[in-house]
């Protein structure tokens, strides 16, 4: 009688997840499918979940409706500029903050670990004029520097270099190696994984992210790709089956992304709270 | 000994001068911006003529203020309303993924896989889903008979934004949780066993208090993430109908880069601010620093 309860309950589970399952996926099945209708099949009742001859043309014809090949090389290159200088000053702050012991190092740590508290919503407006007074207004300047580096790319690296061994640092300056050259020879590349789960987070951030290009930018020549998007949704002659063609086609860098590197992205999972 | 000491000076500079580009970098992008939020709250500022200083009158007009009173309104409703569900329906998922053996981790991969794809792209899709004709009618209309303005109706229009909100986020705060159950010896279990508790037993002397600090980590994170949320309302709705979804990031925005009242709008950003730090300083004492391990 109980191994029959437990059966009936492990049954319900398993219908419950698959459900659920199924739920989750609808929109981005509804995404795709949808991008390769034909105008007329986009409301159509019954519901058609495959369309019936999958119009391939909808991505090409969706891109052209606007400049979305310049938005997607504006996006490339900020998400690639600000990953490198990210990764660059991140682990030279960490390194300095893990490995030397200077005057005031705690307190310094504690300070840019509690700019951490500063959401960029709460400072979009000063920073709005400090760009602007540095005549960085719709320029690429202006749309990198404000996200170069994060608190939480200092602090992930400062964490992890805290547990390289001193040992080895001393080894490498009784063979006369630089302080310079311990960073770039024997620190940096020790680095790799908390780097590469930093960079894979930095990457997304600023390809996802709207609000500060959004503030910054206003010629077509620099949108970036999520501001394209957020103008379609203005445009009245843009169709549905264009616009997710386009959304499927932004998705797809960070979609693959997610499969070459789905381990550093679960990885990232239970640290990226900090993040918060 | 001299030489020993102005080595061990060299080297100190060294790593200050590593962390040297940092600490400009913040306190010109983070710091100066914050405390100037503070200043141009205290003033009267519409970009055309310099601030002009006011005082507390900023501070002092919000308790009348509609537009302030609905952004508050907007936001606590968003906050309440995802937060309160996505925790619990992420432990319940987290507890039948736990005793779920089969594909559990291609099943914990598809409901974090939302997460994947950027508010942006997911709030375009959710716009063709709750259109008047589109999916999510379709259905309501075909199991009970009813079409809802979900975009256009001041209730519903906040109702579509939850739904959204907890869509994306489910898998990734099910995965929390579940690190949260992994994280509890097995043993704990096994002796509850030997002496005879039920499975809802485990569940109610075991889990539930062990999983306490999990839970106030998720409710610190999740709580911090709806306060900030701006791109979802701002591709939904733009924040209407009638500024029903206008949540307080929103409001910023639109106040200070719209209607250039930057005074009112910093007013508001230091708001913000302090709602934050009080929940970010609960999160920092919930989980330490040193707990964050790698493999």
Same mark, same amino acid.
């Given at each position: ?49 495959? /369309? ?5 043309? @909808? ?7 606007? @400049? ?34 200077? $005057?005031?190092? @705690? ?57 390289? /061994? ?17 960073? $770039? ?92 | ?17 590593? &962390? ?34 006011? +005082? ?26 995802? &937060? ?25 991969? &598809? ?22 004709? +589109? ?35 489910? +898998? ?23 002496? !005879? ?58 106040? !200070? ?5 930057? +005074? ?32």
């Amino acid at each position: 009688m109980r191994l029959r309860r437990f059966k009936i309950a492990d049954i319900l589970t398993g219908i419950f997840l698959i459900g659920l399952c199924l739920l989750i996926l609808i929109p981005f099945i509804w995404m795709l499918s949808t991008s390769l209708k034909e105008s007329v099949e986009v409301f159509r009742i019954p519901i058609q979940w495959i /369309p019936r001859s999958p119009q391939w043309q @909808n991505y090409p014809r969706g891109l052209a409706r606007r @400049n979305f090949g310049r938005y997607f090389f504006n996006s490339t290159v900020v998400a690639i500029t600000v990953t490198t200088t990210t990764l660059f000053f991140a682990s030279l702050a960490g390194f300095g903050l893990a490995k030397y012991d200077f $005057f005031g190092r @705690n307190a310094i740590f504690i300070g840019i670990l509690s700019t951490l508290m500063i959401p960029f919503q709460v400072i979009m407006i000063p920073v709005f004029l400090l760009v602007r007074d540095l005549g960085w207004l719709d320029s690429y300047a202006g749309l990198m520097v404000p996200q170069a580096l994060t608190a939480f790319g200092v602090f992930l690296v400062r964490q992890y270099m805290i547990t390289l /061994p001193d040992s080895l640092l001393d080894a490498a300056r009784i063979d006369g190696a630089s302080e310079p050259g311990i960073f $770039f020879r024997i620190a940096l590349p020790l680095c790799k994984p908390v780097l590469s789960v930093l960079a894979i987070f930095t990457f997304r951030s600023s390809w996802d992210s709207l609000l500060w290009p959004l503030i910054v930018v206003s010629t077509d020549r620099l949108r970036t790709l999520p501001l394209g998007l957020s103008m379609f949704i203005t445009d009245y002659d843009i169709e549905e089956h264009w616009m997710m063609a386009v959304a499927v086609s932004a998705s797809l860098p960070v979609l693959i992304l997610f499969m070459l590197a789905q381990k550093h992205f679960t990885e990232g999972i239970a640290i990226s709270g900090m993040k918060g | 000994m001299p030489r020993k000491l102005n080595h061990n000076f060299i080297r100190r500079l060294w790593g200050f001068g590593f &962390v040297l580009p940092a600490i400009i970098y913040f306190a010109w992008f983070s710091i100066y911006p914050m405390l100037n939020a503070f200043y141009i709250s205290l003033t009267k500022y519409n970009l055309l003529r310099p601030p002009s200083y006011i +005082g507390l009158d900023n501070y002092r007009s919000f308790p009348h203020d509609e537009y302030f009173l609905n952004a508050m309104r907007a936001t606590l409703t968003f906050v309440a309303g995802s &937060v309160i569900p996505l925790l619990f329906v992420s432990l319940f998922c987290a507890f039948l993924l736990q005793r779920w053996k089969y594909f559990s981790n291609t099943i914990s991969m &598809v409901l974090y896989s939302p997460m994947v794809i950027s508010v942006v792209v997911a709030s375009i899709v959710w716009r063709l889903l709750f259109h008047p004709l +589109g999916l999510v009618n379709t259905f309501t209309q075909s199991l009970w008979g009813r079409t809802y303005l979900w975009l256009s109706d001041r209730t519903y229009a906040q109702l579509a934004m939850i739904i959204v909100m907890i869509w994306r986020n489910l +898998g990734y705060y099910t995965i929390l949780w579940l690190s949260g159950l992994k994280s509890i010896p097995a043993s704990f279990y096994e002796a509850a066993e030997i002496d !005879g508790a039920s499975e809802a037993q485990r569940l109610r002397y075991i889990s539930l208090p062990l999983l306490k600090p999990t839970m106030a980590f998720i409710l610190a994170i999740s709580t911090i993430s709806a306060f900030k949320s701006f791109e979802l309302q701002y591709v939904l709705t733009e924040g209407g109908p009638n500024d029903a979804t206008n949540v307080i990031a929103l409001s910023i925005y639109r106040l !200070g880069l719209k209607h250039l009242q930057m +005074g009112k709008a910093s007013a508001l950003s230091v708001l913000m601010f302090l709602i934050i730090m009080v929940l970010t300083l609960v999160q920092l004492r919930v989980v330490r620093a040193e707990d964050i391990s790698f493999e």
